[in-house]
């Protein structure tokens, strides 16, 4: 694994964040029984946005043709939908020949459900609850990279054989 | 895993403890001797993020019985920032006047402005011998981290007087009065427009990638193909590979043409300072970072000189007996590279690997593109090379007799010199009349090596205050 740039490891906090908050808010809506208030719709709508990320990086690998009009593929999109999919592995939540994508969908729409009910009748409990463990499983993972990195950068270091070139922070000559 | 309450109360009272440090820390930093105002807004505002965050712990603690799993890992991904946050404090205190070449300070700043004016700069100095940026927004980034935790109208309380567009750039400690070597600084800068570059341009390479790099999978595994998620995993492995070589390869190709346009010789010839200590061909792969050989480096960036009409023209006429032998030296040295890059091992380097020949193929395609964008887009404030070439020559004279290159003209009708003329006459200086390693170091009449540094940084001053001043006397005849 090489090391953690200054960019990927904000990246990882930032979705871990977010992905924590989503599924919080998510918890509470269930456990008080009221809708979404605004500032945590906005909340779920970032929610939304980064499974777009997912989605455009996954459609990428998949294949899919890609419309003029739609948001292009960045690089940034493959790296994000490594992190979903080793989500939906810990989750067992893709079969073999199933396609990521469709699942990836599938999440996105059940978190717009939640967002626009305005009464917990147009909340499905039983999808809400799905959506809430794919962002705590998610948040959890980014959390494990973060403690990979820390245990990497505080592991002992030998004075000589230092072979391995230095981690790409920043860009050197 | 989850905490008992006992252990994660007292795990938040330690972040919020390093917030607390953090924010002292960076009210003590702030309070230094800076040569510019970066470096101490940059310390006020991380102390105002830990203060933040500390009281963002403080709500969030409370909510950890209701839902320990998530609560958890937000004070976490906090933590993580505060001790980031700390870790970062490191630049502002390394900034202080005395560890620069505060010479080079402003001046520096003045020639980002020239191409970046939305950009802001902190020079600071590092022990590990290199150059380089952070290409990264710092305030973007730190800002994007809040947005999920803390509410617009606090969001800008925290980022009121905050420069957008704030970048670090490093240089290795033990060179802080090699000014010769610092026009390596212009390489770090185009980081910045390689950036904009690559920004800017459609992804469509990723679609073509992934083509050639699931046909390449599937012809691999043609006798046991895999499963379709193994499949995909390998794809997305060789997929980000791909793009991260390009990326990589692009963003220093770029760096290096912009800083010859930008200083002209004085850049090519550091930036061989730095190749000449580093192995010419390596393949550009996890154990060498991802940079592109040397020689490939060396070859675009010559190029770059040659396309820019910045080969050594004839030097003006002149008292000073040597000025021919400056031209002959000058194109002696480019003969000498254009002989290094003639040869093609790197790119022998580079075919080894099939996913490294793909994203070299698409870096020689989009090259078209990158000269284009930095014509269009840089091209009227780069230095013409006439007046580059005509100040630097006159310039040498000065340096001959131990005098700051920084003006020209004689008597009262003098002018400030241009930045890039100063180290351009340096390094003309330098491959003149200090071939010889020995001479470099043993201080004769002439200046040597270390005598060109310290005229060289003092120039870069002088011209600096001049140009302030004249334009104050100019803003004050009006």
């Known amino acids: ?173 | 895993m989850e905490l008992p309450q006992e252990f994660f109360d007292s795990y938040v009272g330690d972040c919020i403890g390093r917030c607390r440090a953090v924010e002292e820390r960076s009210a003590a930093i702030a309070s230094s001797e800076f040569p510019s105002a970066n470096p101490r807004k940059f310390a006020q505002l991380i102390g105002r993020i830990a203060g933040t965050l500390a009281r963002e712990l403080e709500k969030s603690h409370p909510r950890y019985a209701g839902d320990p799993s998530n609560v958890l890992n937000i004070i976490r991904f906090i933590d993580d920032f505060v001790q980031e946050l700390g870790a970062d404090l490191r630049y502002a205190e390394g900034a202080v006047t005395a560890k620069l070449p505060w010479s080079l300070t402003r001046p520096l700043e003045d020639l980002i402005a020239r191409y970046l004016p939305m950009r802001k700069v902190m020079l600071r100095p590092q022990w590990k011998h290199n150059y380089s940026i952070i290409i990264d927004d710092l305030g973007r980034l730190y800002r994007d981290e809040l947005r999920n935790l803390i509410a617009q109208h606090e969001l800008s309380r925290v980022f009121a007087d905050f420069p957008e567009g704030f970048h670090i750039v490093s240089f290795p400690s033990i060179e802080r009065k090699n000014a010769l070597l610092h026009c390596d600084l212009a390489h770090e800068i185009g980081h910045l427009v390689a950036e904009l570059f690559l920004e800017s341009e459609k992804a469509d390479y990723l679609i073509d990638f992934r083509e050639r790099i699931v046909q390449q999978t599937r012809e691999e595994s043609r006798d046991k193909p895999l499963p379709p998620l193994w499949e995909q995993q390998e794809i997305i492995d060789r997929l980000d590979r791909a793009a991260l070589i390009r990326r990589r390869g692009l963003e220093e190709l770029i760096s290096d043409i912009f800083a010859v346009r930008a200083l002209g010789p004085a850049a090519l010839l550091a930036l061989l300072g730095i190749a000449a200590g580093q192995s010419p061909d390596l393949t550009p792969d996890e154990k060498s970072a991802f940079y592109p050989p040397w020689r490939t480096r060396l070859r675009f960036a010559l190029q770059a000189l040659e396309d820019g009409g910045l080969r050594p023209p004839k030097p003006p006429d002149s008292k000073f007996p040597f000025m021919a032998d400056i031209q002959r030296e000058l194109n002696n040295a480019l003969t000498r590279l254009r002989e290094i890059v003639d040869v093609e091992s790197d790119r022998r380097s580079i075919d080894e690997d099939w996913l490294v020949r793909l994203a070299y193929e698409s870096i020689s395609a989009t090259m078209p593109g990158v000269r284009g964008f930095l014509d269009r887009e840089y091209g009227p404030r780069f230095p013409s090379p006439d007046s580059l070439f005509d100040q630097a020559y006159r310039l040498v004279p000065r340096l001959w007799d131990g005098v700051p290159p920084n003006e020209l003209g004689e008597g009262s009708d003098t002018r400030p010199a241009a930045l890039e003329s100063i180290l351009n006459a340096a390094w003309f200086y330098r491959v003149t009349f200090l071939k010889d390693p020995v001479a470099q170091a043993a201080g004769a009449v002439r200046p040597d090596l270390r005598v060109l540094n310290r005229l060289t940084l003092k120039a870069a001053e002088l011209a600096y205050i001049q140009g302030r001043y004249r334009e104050w006397v100019e803003a004050a005849k009006k």
């Open chain 1, 1 to 173: 694994m090489s090391p953690m740039t200054l960019s990927e490891k904000t990246a990882t906090r930032t979705y871990g964040l977010l992905a924590s908050r989503v599924s919080e808010t998510l918890g509470s809506v269930l456990r008080t029984g009221q809708p979404p208030r605004p500032e945590e719709r906005e909340l779920l709508s970032n929610g939304e946005s980064l499974l777009e990320q997912f989605i455009v990086g996954s459609r990428l690998v998949e294949g899919d043709k890609f419309r003029k009009d739609e948001l292009a593929p960045r690089p940034d999109a493959i790296k994000a939908f490594r992190h979903a999919l080793f989500t939906l592995q810990v989750l067992q939540r893709v079969g073999a020949d199933e396609k990521v994508t469709t699942t990836l969908r599938e999440i996105r729409k059940a978190l717009a459900e939640i967002r626009q009910a305005h009464s917990m009748d147009q909340i499905d409990q039983e999808r809400a609850v799905s959506v809430a463990s794919f962002f705590t499983a998610l948040a959890s993972l980014l959390c494990d990279d973060l403690a990979r990195t820390k245990l990497e950068d505080g592991a002992p270091q030998r004075s000589t054989n230092s072979v391995t070139p230095g981690g790409t922070t920043s860009r050197v000559f």
